[in-house]
């Protein structure tokens, strides 16, 4: 039975490394956020609105790759506690744009200092300065893939 080569050296991905980080980020981020009435969903939503000023609902379920039931859904929750509010487009009635409120700009600072603890925990091996350019990496990957994705949208 002939057996597969063996690299010299495990090819570096990232993925699994990311997907690992991100169960362990979600998992205590949950936890910290369920007093607030917050689950990591509705964290990543209010922070593009708080980051674009607001956003129609279609760009949002984009941003977030959500398909139109489950972003009403969200947007439902966000709206049930006064965080987020849809407003019709001036552009185009049809359309709602969807911002944050004042009540959700502090609902989301509060979540921000207790999600600090939770990097502190998940990211101790990295120092400050290590952190930040990983916070930089992720960023600079994250826009990449909105790119991508608003070209899907727009084809």
Same mark, same amino acid.
């Given at each position: 039975?002939?057996?597969?080569?063996?690299?010299?050296?495990?090819?570096?991905?990232?993925?699994?490394?990311?997907?690992?980080?991100?169960?362990?980020?979600?998992?205590?981020?949950?936890s910290?956020?369920?007093?607030?009435?917050?689950?990591?969903?509705?964290?990543?939503?209010?922070?593009?609105?708080?980051?674009?000023?607001?956003?129609?609902?279609?760009?949002?379920?984009?941003?977030? *790759?959500?398909?139109?039931?489950?972003?009403?859904?969200?947007?439902? #929750?966000?709206?049930?506690?006064?965080?987020? =509010?849809?407003?019709?487009s001036?552009?185009?009635?049809?359309?709602?744009?969807?911002?944050?409120? #004042?009540?959700?700009?502090?609902?989301?600072?509060?979540?921000?200092?207790?999600? =600090?603890?939770? *990097? #502190?925990?998940?990211?101790?091996?990295?120092?400050? =300065?290590?952190?930040?350019?990983?916070?930089?990496l992720?960023?600079?990957?994250?826009?990449?893939? *909105?790119?991508?994705?608003? =070209?899907?949208?727009?084809?």
């Amino acid at each position: 039975m002939a057996t597969s080569p063996v690299p010299d050296q495990t090819p570096c991905r990232s993925g699994p490394l990311l997907d690992h980080l991100a169960r362990r980020v979600r998992l205590r981020a949950e936890s910290v956020l369920a007093p607030m009435g917050l689950r990591p969903r509705h964290l990543v939503a209010l922070t593009l609105l708080r980051d674009r000023g607001g956003s129609t609902q279609q760009g949002l379920a984009s941003m977030l *790759e959500m398909d139109g039931t489950n972003i009403v859904g969200l947007l439902n #929750d966000l709206e049930a506690t006064n965080l987020i =509010e849809r407003r019709r487009s001036p552009e185009d009635r049809r359309r709602h744009v969807v911002v944050l409120t #004042d009540a959700g700009a502090k609902q989301l600072a509060k979540a921000e200092i207790a999600l =600090e603890a939770v *990097e #502190d925990e998940v990211l101790c091996a990295l120092d400050r =300065e290590q952190r930040e350019t990983l916070y930089e990496l992720l960023q600079r990957a994250a826009a990449g893939a *909105e790119v991508i994705c608003v =070209e899907r949208v727009e084809d």
